[in-house]
């Protein structure tokens, strides 16, 4: 039980510390040295101890295989609801993989996606010496109050609605400012505070179990206490 959760707690580190956006970055060009954007992800990740292998699995994921993306929504108890994006060469396959695991625990394939909205985080460079003031004005300009700035990296993450993007990159681009990636995300529309602890013990055990399917990229939900689960089993 005590490995499950620690396996949980590599899920959860992993997913909120850029291997999505590793593996996004590394779709196109999957070199290192020509690929600076995707360098420069792979420092932070290990920087922030995300373990070298699944680095290097967010890396070479797309090599020599015909990967297609995908997702599913699931529904589980307690009023648990997740989108699951994969990336795999036979969505039926891992279907099949999710569907067999989902059974275990109670849970099954839904339509969700209407109870989620879809936003994109956009990792750019800032120009030098760049004052706090002209960094809020220019988030105002791209339409989004939304954004952290990193002082060491001279980078600024906008958080943007996926429906606004086009409007988005066109002040982005008449800022100068330069992409660096991006990422999207689900957030969703109402969160729920899941409290008997057999439900608890079910969502954390699906969670560990989506995170033994390379083909899993990322896990959407609306728990907002799952960080309470972890630090209750633990």
């Known amino acids: 039980e005590s490995e499950k959760l620690n396996r949980l707690k590599q899920w959860y580190q992993r997913r909120v510390r850029g291997i999505p956006r590793i593996r996004t970055e590394a779709k196109n060009d999957s070199n290192l040295d020509s690929n600076r954007s995707l360098k420069r992800l792979v420092d932070q990740a290990k920087a922030e101890g995300v373990p070298a292998l699944a680095i290097k699995k967010a890396i070479t994921c797309w090599e020599n295989q015909d990967f297609k993306e995908c997702q599913f929504g699931v529904k589980g108890k307690g009023g648990f609801i997740a989108l699951i994006d994969c990336a795999t060469s036979s969505k039926k396959k891992t279907e099949n993989d999710i ?18 909205t879809a936003v994109k985080d956009v990792l750019c460079q800032l120009p030098s010496n760049v004052s706090e003031d002209d960094i809020e004005e220019m988030a105002l300009q791209c339409g989004t109050e939304d954004y952290v700035v990193d002082k060491d990296a001279n980078t600024i993450e906008f958080t943007i609605d996926a429906v606004d993007q086009k409007e988005f990159y066109e002040e982005v681009k008449t800022l100068g400012l330069h992409e660096v990636s991006s990422t999207a995300r689900f957030i969703p529309q109402e969160e729920a505070n899941i409290t008997e602890s057999d439900h608890q013990k079910r969502i954390c055990g699906f969670l560990n179990n989506m995170d033994k399917l390379e083909e899993v990229e990322n896990v959407h939900h609306n728990v907002a206490n799952l960080q309470e689960f972890i630090d209750k089993f633990s």
């Open 99 to 116: 569907q067999s695991l989902m059974r275990r625990h109670g849970f099954s394939f839904a339509s969700v996606n209407f109870q989620f």
